[in-house]
């Protein structure tokens, strides 16, 4: 089992920067991947980001350029900087982690969610 706990979230004017953080308990040696989703009111969970165990990252075009995924080891903690803040960033975004190996960024390639962080950019 592993246990996700994000925060970080919050509201910021279009513009702005938040930066989230997920900090991973349990079995967090299993992890191959931890990444970040969201969802806004009435939208599908959409991916945004992800880094692997090898430290490479991917990104949705929406977050390119503007949002970054890193990770803290030693802390068992990934954090997305967000930079750039548009209002439709605004979602509730969700940290997730892979313990199966899939490459998928799909929801269904991740097995853990966190329970969410409200982000809200306004005009």
């Known amino acids: 089992q592993v246990q996700l706990v994000d925060s970080g979230g919050g509201l910021v004017q279009a513009g702005g920067s938040l930066r989230l953080s997920c900090t991973a308990s349990?079995?967090?040696?299993?992890?191959?991947?931890t990444g970040w989703f969201r969802q806004a009111p009435g939208k599908e969970r959409e991916f945004v980001a992800v880094?692997?165990?090898?430290?490479?990252?991917s990104y949705a075009d929406s977050a390119k350029g503007r949002f970054t995924i890193s990770r803290d080891n030693n802390k068992n903690t990934v954090y997305l900087q967000m930079n750039s803040l548009k209002p439709e960033d605004t979602a509730v975004y969700y940290c997730t982690a892979d313990v199966t190996g899939s490459f998928s960024l799909s929801r269904g390639g991740f097995d853990y969610w966190g329970q969410g962080a409200q982000v809200t950019v306004s005009s």
């Open positions: 880094i692997r165990y090898s430290g490479s990252t």
């Open positions: 349990g079995r967090t040696s299993a992890i191959f991947r």
